[in-house]
């Protein structure tokens, strides 16, 4: 489900592979204690540039030699906790999907030529972000209720491109199932796979409500 569409230009990224997916605009914390990535975070605090993250596709990920997915996220440090011991504690935000083109050697850790690509819209099925829309805010009300809140004004968001990356973000999926959402080119197409997602998410919340409130029942509604 890679992109079909690509803008040609290419920009040079240093990149971390992780066990993780990250997608724009959604936070990711991180903790850095190897050498080569404080040279590479310090490098990226002082001239003010974005890093890419990327899912593992095969090896570990402390100690080198990971190969990573072809499509991540650039990642944003917007704070930074210093520790005694030299590591780091990182607030991030994703930013932009690319496409590794052409891995690079030339630095203690991983970077790579990558072409960024365009957040299309494409075609959505009448219905479709409207039905995201009503289950993930079911959903993230539901989880509200669970952890011992109660939202009743928790709304998802209405700009679809960030309604498909949120979904993606905070359902609970194995990190592949994560890629694969990454990687859909088009946000309606990403949505039409989302909400069967959400509907089995949603049915589960409702399970564990009546179990925990069983004189209750749900209230997802």
Not at 45 to 59: A, K, P, Q, T, Y
């Amino acid at each position: 489900m890679e992109e079909q569409h690509l803008d040609e230009e290419l920009a040079e990224l240093s990149l971390f592979p992780l066990n993780v997916v990250l997608f724009p605009g959604m936070p990711m914390p991180l903790r850095i204690f190897e050498e080569r990535y404080k040279l590479m975070i310090n490098q990226c605090i002082d001239n003010s540039e974005v890093f890419g993250i990327m899912l593992i596709r095969e090896g570990p990920e402390v100690g080198g030699g990971a190969v990573p997915h072809a499509i991540g996220t650039t990642c944003r440090i917007t704070e930074v906790e210093r520790l005694e011991d030299g590591r780091m504690n990182l607030s991030t935000t994703g930013e932009k999907r690319f496409q590794l083109v052409e891995p690079l050697y030339d630095a203690p850790y991983l970077r790579g030529k990558v072409r960024y690509l365009p957040e299309g819209v494409g075609e959505t099925q009448e219905g479709v972000q409207e039905e995201a829309h009503h289950l993930f805010t079911e959903f993230i009300r539901g989880l509200a209720g669970l952890r011992g809140g109660w939202m009743s004004g928790a709304d998802a968001p209405d700009d679809p491109g960030v309604l498909s990356y949120s979904i993606a973000h905070y359902l609970d999926l194995p990190v592949i199932a994560k890629q694969r959402l990454l990687e859909v080119p088009q946000t309606g197409e990403r949505l039409k796979y989302e909400i069967p997602l959400l509907q089995g998410a949603v049915q589960r919340l409702k399970e564990e409500t009546v179990k925990r409130n069983p004189y209750q029942g749900p209230r997802l509604n």
